[in-house]
């Protein structure tokens, strides 16, 4: 079982910046896909930005070239570099990760409670 603590959301105006920081714990043989995903209210949660282990990303639309998603294997830790925020990026931000408990068990998905980012305009 994985756990994922988020970290580092709050207010920030229109056009400001945040990091977003999600740190794994708990048993697992490996941890490979790590990633953000968003639920603004009344909406559905939808991806942000997904990493691999070997470093592949991939980001919704709405925030390429604005946001940046990088991992550190080693410390089992990813990170979202969020810049020129709009309001429509606010949004409850959840931290996810696809991991193994054993070379041979399939993969599951454990999720972050989330941490709020609020972009006033």
């Known amino acids: 079982q994985v756990q994922l603590v988020e970290s580092g959301g709050g207010l920030v105006q229109a056009g400001g910046s945040l990091r977003l920081t999600c740190a794994a714990s708990?048993?697992?043989?490996?941890?490979?896909?790590m990633g953000w995903y968003r639920q603004a209210p009344g909406k559905q949660r939808e991806l942000v930005a997904i990493?691999?282990?070997?470093?592949?990303?991939n980001y919704a639309d709405s925030v390429k070239g604005r946001f940046t998603i990088s991992r550190d294997n080693a410390k089992n830790t990813v990170y979202l570099q969020m810049n020129i925020l709009k309001s429509e990026d606010t949004a409850d931000y959840y931290c996810?990760?696809?991991?193994?408990?054993?070379?041979?068990?399939?993969?599951?998905?454990?999720w972050g409670r989330g941490t709020q980012v609020t972009v006033s305009s």
């Open positions: 708990g048993s697992a043989y490996s941890i490979d896909t």
């Open positions: 996810h990760a696809q991991g193994r408990s054993s070379r041979w068990s399939p993969p599951s998905d454990s």
């Open positions: 990493i691999t282990t070997a470093g592949t990303t």
